[in-house]
């Protein structure tokens, strides 16, 4: 079992690091890591060469500030069985991918665990759990809305590859690309597990393109 772990990032080296500091801190090692840069003028080259993960990719980008582009780039140059997304910051709990190595199996094509969800600007957290897994889950996704988060997922890659499924890279999907996602994956029958484990953190501030409304209110209506 081997994972690669697909970071998109620009202009986010402070919060990048962290995030690379909880994968360089896994218990498990089955995994590659793949940094997609969309030409950072930060100090992102820095942060990345200092990284020592073993398995480490580093690609440049022009996305056009479509996060989907650099997604897809991570998905061709993987080498995993299955696929973690993260947002540059997100962070992994030391014992994420040694979870993944005890719990799954060839059965699941997608699995989502717990997370805790932190407020960068004010410190505030709260844990998030996702599901359950229901009858007529695709039709419950269209009325309620995402019922997984892209950084706590985890993705078979054969699944994605044959039924040609990945980010949608339309301008007017932009921040819910990943609820696309995982309605394709749905549809297309992917067999799911949800665990109740808290395996990583998901952050927001302000700034942020998660924490703008209208934003994100306007990508869902064009995504349904």
Request: aromatic share 12%; glycine share 4%.
């Amino acid at each position: 079992m081997y994972f690669s772990i697909i970071i998109p990032t620009y202009n986010n080296a402070v919060l990048l690091k962290r995030t690379l500091n909880s994968i360089e801190n896994q218990n498990g090692k089955n995994f590659e890591l793949i940094v997609v840069d969309n030409h950072s003028k930060d100090e992102t080259d820095e942060i990345i060469k200092k990284c020592s993960v073993e398995n480490l990719i580093y690609k440049k980008i022009n996305n056009e500030g479509v996060i989907a582009k650099s997604r897809n780039l991570g998905i061709k140059f993987s080498k995993g069985d299955w696929l973690i997304f993260l947002d540059s910051d997100d962070l992994l709990h030391e014992n994420k991918i040694n979870f993944l190595n005890n719990n799954l199996t060839k059965e699941y094509d997608l699995v989502c665990n717990a997370e805790k969800i932190v407020n960068l600007d004010t410190g505030a957290d709260k844990i998030w759990k996702y599901g359950p897994l229901e009858k007529n889950f695709y039709q419950k996704m269209l009325t309620i809305g995402n019922q997984f988060s892209t950084s706590a997922s985890v993705v078979k890659k054969d699944f994605i590859i044959q039924h040609s499924i990945y980010f949608n890279e339309k301008k007017d999907f932009i921040t819910a690309e990943d609820y696309d996602f995982f309605l394709n994956l749905v549809n297309f029958g992917a067999k799911i597990k949800f665990f109740d484990n808290i395996l990583g953190e998901h952050s927001f501030y302000k700034g942020s393109q998660s924490s703008n409304y209208n934003l994100h209110k306007n990508a869902v209506k064009s995504v349904l």
